[in-house]
């Protein structure tokens, strides 16, 4: 049974361009979240997604947008990229309220 | 923001000793959850504890908690320089589904 994953593992851009990352949940798993994890602080919720619609959002700009498919896979957009989006984001699924399980992260870094 | 606060931030103990992690929140919660993290990667799920649950044994780890008090605390017994890493604890809401996390506690076993 596959865990959650994550694509790429790391990523380097360019100020001012966009990224996308990937994720595909735990089997058996409908809800979908993301995470931004800065260096030396705990994870900071972006936003979750369920039945293809975004279900609650963080403190985070309209750049960050994301998408989820029938399958339950997810995408995490971000626009217009500043130096402070450097950061490991993680992707974190579950069914309903249970365990989270979280995948290895998408190492992002804006030059 | 981060609604709990990890004591203490970092803590440095001998392989054997056991290793006491308190965590607090502040709105009311449905569960709450310790992960552990290896170096900037992906959260690992430890235990959860419902919030009518006083207290939780898996394998060498115990957990506790307190909803009168807003606290938890995370207990490692008989440590091994294999549990080094960083631990978080993270509330998920009555009113949402988000997880919000600590700033963790930074565990060193020392051989």
């Known amino acids: 049974d596959a865990g959650v994953t994550q694509s790429p593992t790391h990523l380097i851009k360019t100020r001012g361009q966009q990224v996308t990352l990937r994720c595909s949940p735990k089997?058996?798993?409908?809800?979908v979240s993301w995470y931004q994890q800065a260096l030396g602080q705990g994870p900071q919720f972006i936003f979750q997604?369920?039945?293809?619609?975004?279900?609650q959002r963080g403190n985070f700009p309209d750049r960050f947008s994301g998408h989820q498919f029938p399958n339950y896979s997810s995408e995490l957009n971000v626009n217009a990229l500043l130096l402070g989006d450097s950061a490991l984001y993680l992707c974190?699924?579950?069914?309903?309220?249970?365990?989270?399980?979280f995948g290895q992260g998408t190492r992002l870094t804006v030059v | 923001s981060q609604q709990g606060e990890e004591d203490p931030q970092a803590l440095s103990i001998q392989e054997g000793e056991n290793a006491t992690m308190n965590c607090s929140y502040k709105t009311s919660i449905n569960n709450l959850q310790w992960y552990r993290q290896n170096s900037g990667r992906g959260l690992v799920h430890l235990i959860l504890?419902?919030?009518?649950?006083r207290e939780k044994h898996s394998g060498r780890l115990r957990v506790t908690l307190d909803t009168s008090k807003k606290s938890s605390s995370l207990l490692i017994t008989a440590s091994r320089a294999a549990d080094t890493a960083s631990y978080f604890c993270a509330t998920r809401e009555t009113s949402g589904s988000r997880l919000t996390f600590g700033e963790g506690t930074q565990l060193t076993v020392n051989p």
């Open positions: 974190a699924s579950s069914l309903n309220f249970g365990k989270a399980f």
């Open positions: 089997s058996g798993h409908d809800t």
């Open positions: 997604y369920y039945e293809e619609e975004e279900r």
């Open positions: 504890i419902r919030s009518n649950e």
